[in-house]
């Protein structure tokens, strides 16, 4: 068996008690934080379930998991940690499926998800749109789909949620103000008034913990300081009046 679980999205506290009991009963334990930041305390953790966390890196898990979590999974019970809810990335989605054709039965263990947490900034969850990632750009790689996305969920008055990116094992996670900036430099070559300085936006922090969430102009909140990772960029669609309320409180925190 290989059990799928959750640690929440924001440290080890967010770990649900069903978890903690599984975790304590089987052998091996894998873990992997290139999808998303992890805040918690590791070391607490196996404190907690009494055995040493393996990590991960992301060629462990999508190019050579025969290799390891599968592996031990066809002989004995093992799980995979996920900073976040089990399902929300596609990598989770293909070890489920190359378990599945590997005989090997999984479960999924949920928890809190940025997909939840994302309603602290006082929106609907109905009123969102098509979610987009946003890649740092590269040499020779500068993608601008998320662009498209956020005016296609703009013509129908839906929020948009951009996932930022996560280099783990660079050390590298992209903020709030990154986000923003590379918004601004498509809009100058694009020139379709879709994500202007003047486009009200909202950037938040670490959502679920220490939450920090700004709401304003681009051009005021691409210079404030949002701290440690993980962060999210939010642009608002059409607002429902009990939104617009939400929303002017943050403008006074």
């Given at each position: 068996?290989?059990?799928?679980?959750?640690?929440?999205?924001?440290?080890?506290?967010?770990?649900?008690?069903?978890?903690?009991?599984?975790?304590?009963?089987?052998?091996?334990?894998?873990?992997?934080?290139?999808t998303?930041a992890?805040?918690?305390?590791l070391?607490?953790?196996?404190?907690?379930?009494?055995?040493?966390?393996?990590?991960?890196?992301?060629?462990?898990?999508?190019?050579?998991?025969?290799?390891?979590?599968?592996k031990?999974?066809?002989?004995?019970?093992?799980?995979?940690?996920?900073s976040?809810?089990?399902?929300?990335?596609?990598t989770?989605?293909d070890?489920?499926?190359?378990?599945?054709?590997?005989?090997?039965?999984?479960?999924?263990?949920?928890?809190?998800?940025?997909?939840?947490?994302?309603?602290?900034?006082?929106?609907?969850?109905?009123?969102?749109?098509?979610?987009?990632?946003?890649?740092?750009?590269?040499?020779?790689?500068?993608?601008?789909?998320?662009?498209?996305?956020?005016?296609?969920?703009?013509?129908?008055?839906a929020h948009?949620?951009?996932?930022?990116?996560?280099?783990?094992?660079?050390?590298?996670?992209?903020?709030v103000?990154?986000?923003?900036?590379?918004?601004?430099?498509?809009?100058?070559?694009?020139?379709?008034?879709?994500f202007?300085?003047?486009?009200?936006?909202?950037?938040?922090?670490?959502?679920?913990?220490?939450?920090?969430i700004?709401?304003?102009?681009?051009k005021?909140?691409?210079?404030?300081?949002?701290?440690?990772?993980?962060?999210?960029?939010?642009v608002?669609?059409?607002?429902?009046?009990?939104?617009?309320?939400?929303?002017?409180?943050?403008?006074?925190?």
């Amino acid at each position: 068996m290989l059990y799928l679980i959750g640690l929440g999205i924001h440290d080890e506290e967010d770990i649900s008690l069903r978890s903690l009991n599984i975790l304590k009963k089987i052998d091996k334990v894998y873990a992997e934080f290139y999808t998303n930041a992890f805040n918690g305390d590791l070391g607490r953790l196996e404190g907690l379930i009494g055995k040493k966390i393996l990590i991960l890196s992301r060629q462990d898990l999508e190019e050579r998991p025969d290799e390891n979590i599968l592996k031990y999974s066809l002989k004995e019970d093992a799980a995979l940690l996920v900073s976040g809810d089990p399902m929300i990335a596609t990598t989770h989605s293909d070890i489920v499926l190359r378990a599945g054709k590997s005989g090997i039965k999984t479960r999924v263990i949920h928890s809190s998800s940025i997909y939840s947490a994302v309603m602290e900034t006082g929106l609907q969850a109905y009123n969102f749109g098509k979610t987009a990632s946003i890649p740092y750009p590269e040499k020779g790689y500068h993608p601008t789909s998320f662009y498209d996305v956020l005016r296609d969920n703009l013509k129908l008055g839906a929020h948009t949620l951009f996932l930022l990116d996560v280099r783990a094992e660079e050390d590298r996670y992209m903020t709030v103000n990154d986000a923003i900036r590379i918004l601004l430099q498509i809009e100058e070559k694009r020139r379709e008034s879709i994500f202007t300085e003047e486009t009200l936006c909202i950037g938040a922090a670490r959502l679920g913990g220490d939450s920090l969430i700004r709401y304003g102009k681009a051009k005021d909140v691409k210079d404030y300081d949002f701290g440690k990772p993980p962060h999210i960029l939010v642009v608002p669609g059409r607002l429902h009046f009990m939104e617009e309320e939400m929303l002017e409180t943050l403008t006074h925190k």
